[in-house]
């Protein structure tokens, strides 16, 4: 063993277990057992080690073999070398910590609920495979190759295009191509307008909303004015000094009405004396069951809205694409936000979306889970007339969920038997806004789309059996 030249503290040689394996010769396979040495805490920062000459002699290779290694390293950061005192690793090379703690045995819960309605997903068994794949093959093949390069922030065209017709043709929406901004989903826009300075509150929201929004607004520095909710939707003539106002006017969500028609003309109204802004959160506009959906509100006047979706309901949550439509004013900033080239929503997945819509396989899909979701929402009414008469669905015929109202007091026990049943759905008091005076109303919220079909029947008696007696 080679040790002349270092103190016993300092002692590494031979029990320093390199091992010179792996591709790449005897200076990479080197580096490689030096690196590894440093980052899993064999080498503490701070300590010095053997000079060229020693190391070399020790594992049987050229001087410059470590001296080419010494040199990458310290390159890299692992290493320091300075005149006198030699190499030694370096004070910022952290080793790997182990995690703190491994559970030994998942949790009885983590295999999660038995029986899952909670609201917010499709039926992850429906999403359609073949068609979406088709249109992936397709739109590859048809690419040219400059997709392969970084992406204009604005979304690929094509998409643009394909959604332009679509949302006018199923939403009322009036737009170009030029005024839509592609992102990765709703959350991602608020992330981009609030977050990136687009706009800035006092914000008015609804009483009943996602927290998840909410604390992406809180995070932004946005303060949120809770609006509350009547059989009318949220009460618009209460808006004061906001700057704008965040709604979900096709079925709110999560209490299911739909905002009247003279509070959208009120809306818009209030937006164009205060030179305020509407942001339309239009998440299941197309899932109606009673009627034809009714149009956004951007058509009523494009240049004060911003009308906001994504496939999330439409299709899955984990294709993770959404966009912007947006008064002319905004677009150039929303695109500062979004930097130079996309770096968020994957151009090959928005070609397939654009080609996904532009085909009509998407309106297809649509329709297909329209019916699927209107057969669940009456088989869950069915079952609540059958088993539990006291208890009513309320809200619209639409969507992914509905909301149904419990006798006074009874929300957080049946939230409870739930738990303890492995049924999973929210209680109502989840959503509600920490600052609303708006008085509370029980309630539990029934996400009826996220079961497969084969789980659904069993999922909705176990529900019945959750519920409070009359
Ligand atoms: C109220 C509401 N808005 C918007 C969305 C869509 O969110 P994202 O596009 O970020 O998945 C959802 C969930 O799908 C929602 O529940």
Known sequence: MVDSWVNSAERIGSDLHLELTGPGGRRAALTRALREAVRSGRLAPGTRLPPYRSLAADLGVARNTVADAYAELVAEGWLTARQGSGTRVGERAEPLRPAARVPKKAPPRARGPRHNLAQGTPDASAFPRTAWLAAYRRALQQAPSEVFGPGDPAGRVELREALTEYLARARGVRTEPGRIVICSGFAHALRL???????????????????FHREILATAGVRTVPLPLDGHGAEVDRLGRERAVLLTPAHQFPTGGPLHAARRAAVIDWARARGGLVLEDD?????RYDRKPVGAVQGLDPEHVIHMGSVSKSLSPAVRLGWMVLPERYVDAVLAVKGEREAWASVLDQLALADFVA???????????????RGRRDRLVAALAEHAPHIEATGIAAGLHAVLRLPPGTEASTVKAAVWRGVALDGLAAFRHPETDMAAADGIVVGYATPSEHAYGPALQALCGVLPPP
């Open 283 to 287: 998440y299941d506009g197309e899932f």
């Open 359 to 373: 085909s009509g396989a998407y309106d297809r899909h649509v329709r297909r889970m329209r019916q699927r979701y």
């Open 193 to 211: 307008l609030f977050g990136g300075g687009v706009l800035r509150g006092p914000l008015g929201v609804e009483a009943y909303g996602l927290g």
